[in-house]
Each structure stands twice: as C-alpha cells, then as structure tokens.
C-alpha cells in the first residue's frame, strides 16, 4: 500500500536509522527504500531487514533518478512517499495523509505542515517561480523588492493553518498517489539537484490537485548545506534547465496557475 523512499549521500546510520523507525513507527507493513548515491557505498546494514531495500547505483544520480529507481519497486503500492532523512515526525503522520488522499481521489500529491525545531512554520508553499524569485533570493536577498516577492512566493502572510492547494509543494516531503507518478513518469531526470520539485509538483498539478494537509505535522532540521561554488553552479545548472523547460519572463501557465492559488485564498477555498 505505501512505499517511502530516501536518496542518501553520505548520510550517517544514525540518521538513516531514525528515518526507518520513524516510517514504521507510522505504517509497520510500509516498504523503506535507500537509494545510496554516496561516492563509497555506506555501511547499510539493512538489506535482510524486513520491509527494506537497498539501491546501489553506480554513480551519483541526483535526488530525482534516485527517487525514481524507487518508483520502479512501488508498481503495486497505491502510495509512494518521497522524504528527506532529516524529519521528525509521530506515529499518525501517514495514516492522517493517506486518510485524507483515499477521501480525496482527486488529489495527486499532499505534503505536511513543516515547522523548525523550534515550531516556526518553514514556508514550503510556493508559487511556481519566476526568475525574479530565483535571482532576487540569491544575489539581493535583503532588498525590500526581494522580501516582498518572497513574501508573495512563499505565503508568508498566510496562516499555514487550513488545508489549501499549491502548485508548488516542497521536495523534502511529497506523498504521493502512485498511479499520479505513472501518469506524469516520475520525476525529469534532467534535474540533478534544484527545480526537480518545482517540476514534478507542476506536472501534478496540470492534471490533479496538490494539497496541503496542515493537520500532520513534521519537523525539519534544514540544516545549511555546504558544497560552496559547485553547489552555487548546480542551483544555477538546474534552475536555468527549469526555466527552458517551461518559460523564462513568458509563462503563461505559471501565470494562470499562481493567479488561481492566491485567488483562492483569499476567497478562503
């Protein structure tokens, strides 16, 4: 019935361990895939356990192909969850989710109300982005311009209380309607790194609904990624391969369907 998925790289067992209890914790019968796309395979001594798989590729694929070399495992399953290992989460966490999906056959993706440590709301309800976003959050992140898209782009106005649609939900925490997946074939692996969420939420979003469902809770660590200049040259390798795809200045289904997402909230839909 529910698969949950986790591309690793360089993780520490600790972590990786948390994050299988934690999935079984919540759904004893779910299967635990590890995609591991370290450069040296790590230690994972969870291949004979029960309901876990190990996937070794031969080279670092990138969050996306990782992902879906676990949908190829999950044909059967009629969800599929993509997850960070960096979450914290209780035990009613997927069946609150997977509830609300099987009363809502229209929805093809949900993610969860994600707070700090400290219980601040992360704002991972977002618009589909324009270069502005990208470029003003990069480079000029304290001009009032940029707070003030940024305000608009991640809702920072808004409560974060009450289930709403987004067309763009974040990466860290995506459960998925398994047939959605087929339909849309997973995530582009053009997308090393950066823009393969914003992509496959808007590929689901076309065709179903994409929920946020604030009644399961999560907490994420978001700790600061390094990689300096080659993680800055990814961001912009991928973000650039994004806006190919699907528009720079001129997109009018970006413009639709932001219009129609702030639209309802006010009308508070």
């Known amino acids: ?19 299988i209890d934690q999935v079984h914790a919540s759904n004893p019968d779910a299967r635990v895939i590890l995609v591991d796309n370290s450069p040296e395979p790590l ?4 291949d004979d356990r ?15 192909s990782g992902h879906n070399l676990a949908f190829a495992l999950s044909k059967d399953d009629r969800y599929h969850a993509v997850l960070n290992t960096d979450l914290a989460y209780g035990p009613t966490v997927f069946p609150e989710l997977i509830a609300f999906m099987d009363a809502h056959s229209d929805v093809g993706l949900a993610m969860p109300r994600i707070c700090y440590p400290d219980g601040s709301i992360q704002h991972l309800c977002r618009l589909l982005p324009h270069p502005l976003d990208v470029f003003g959050r990069g480079f000029f992140a304290n001009a009032g311009w940029t707070r003030a898209r940024n305000d608009r782009y991640e809702f920072r106005k808004w409560t974060y209380d009450s289930v709403a649609q987004f067309p763009f939900l974040s990466g860290c925490f995506m459960m998925l309607r398994r047939s959605v997946v087929d339909e849309v074939e997973g995530f582009d692996e053009r997308f090393f790194m950066y823009g393969e969420d914003a992509d496959l939420s808007r590929r689901i979003a076309q065709r179903h609904r994409t929920m946020f469902v604030p009644t399961a809770m999560v907490e994420h660590e978001y700790r600061s990624q390094g990689g300096g200049y080659r993680r800055l040259i990814s961001k912009v390798v991928n973000l650039s391969r994004y806006f190919s795809k699907w528009g720079w200045w001129v997109d009018r289904e970006r413009d639709e369907m932001n219009r129609k997402a702030i639209a309802s909230l006010d009308a508070g839909v």
């Open 50 to 64: 029960a309901n876990v798989a190990v996937i070794r590729p031969d080279s670092n694929l990138g969050y996306g």
């Open 1 to 19: 019935m529910l698969t949950v998925s986790f591309v690793l790289y360089k993780t520490e067992i600790a972590e990786v361990e948390r994050a």
């Open 43 to 46: 230690a994972l001594a969870f």
